[in-house]
């Protein structure tokens, strides 16, 4: 299988799961801070 | 790291895979230089519908932020520009490697690469615009105007630029795939699984990117 082909499930999947944890992240802060 | 709530996102971690293992498991697609690679467009379409979706959603809500002055519309303009600048910065990168497997150069200036790098950076510009203002209602009432504004040169790269005959007869990319039934029954049903993810994903991000604002904001 050529390596090119796993580049854009791994880029869509992965952005969407740091734009996540960034967002879990400032909830959590923004608990912690109330 | 620790305290988030991991557990949450088991359920769309499950989803993303069974959606990746469908699209992967698509035969190849003859007429293209690399054919098992055709599949990264079910990667690359869903990103570029949903993109134009989200752009078309921040003018808007910012249209319903300047006709009702509801802060919660400017919370959904944030989260429109946001989750679109992600999905068009996607485009562009699942393009480059389809455009490197494909047409050989990971970048070749093609007309319908070069609009969309346009549209992302109008969307970054959007949220460079909202670092910059302290006052929420300055702010809210700048990117409403941004988001609105952004609509015309949107609709014209999108749509229009890619669909003008000499730009057509330049660039490599197709504009009417879909429209000319260019797309066979397994990719459809590849599209339609990545597709739904993405849209569910995006859509649950969309919400707790909302609640975030409000909850900075002290509304929640």
Same mark, same amino acid.
């Given at each position: ?17 740091? !734009?996540? !944890? ?13 | 790291? =620790? ?5 949450? /996102? ?17 035969? %190849? ?5 690399? %054919? ?34 509801? $802060? ?35 970048? =070749?200036?093609? %007309?319908? =690469? ?8 109008? *969307? ?13 209602? &300055? ?6 105007? @941004? ?9 014209? *790269? ?24 260019? $797309? ?7 599209? *339609? ?5 993405? $849209? /569910? $994903?995006?859509?649950?991000? @969309? ?9 900075? &904001?002290?509304?929640?």
């Amino acid at each position: 299988m050529n390596p090119l082909g796993l580049l854009p499930p791994m880029l869509v999947w992965g952005a969407l799961l740091a !734009y996540a !944890y960034l967002i879990q992240r400032a909830k959590q802060r923004a608990n912690d801070d109330e | 790291m =620790q305290n988030v709530d991991w557990k949450k /996102l088991i359920p769309y971690a499950v989803l993303a895979l069974v959606a990746t293992v469908v699209a992967m498991s698509i035969p %190849p697609a003859q007429g293209f230089r690399e %054919p098992t690679l055709a599949k990264i467009l079910c990667f690359h379409l869903p990103c570029a519908i949903l993109a134009s979706w989200y752009v078309i959603a921040s003018g808007w809500f910012g249209f319903q932020y300047l006709r009702t002055k509801r $802060i919660e519309m400017d919370h959904r303009v944030a989260a429109s520009l946001e989750i679109g600048s992600i999905l068009s910065g996607l485009v562009l990168a699942t393009g480059i490697v389809f455009s490197k497997a494909q047409w050989g150069d990971w970048w =070749q200036n093609d %007309p319908r =690469q070069t609009s969309f790098l346009v549209v992302c950076l109008m *969307l970054l510009g959007g949220i460079a615009l909202r670092a910059g203002t302290t006052d929420d209602e &300055r702010r809210a009432r700048s990117s409403a105007v @941004f988001s609105i504004a952004c609509q015309v040169p949107f609709f014209f *790269l999108t749509f229009v630029y890619p669909r003008l005959p000499a730009v057509r007869k330049a660039s490599f990319h197709p504009s009417n795939t879909v429209e000319s039934g260019g $797309i066979d029954l397994w990719y459809w049903i590849g599209l *339609l699984s990545v597709g739904a993810v993405v $849209i /569910l $994903i995006c859509r649950t991000l @969309f919400q707790s990117r909302v609640s975030l604002s409000a909850q900075l &904001r002290g509304d929640a």
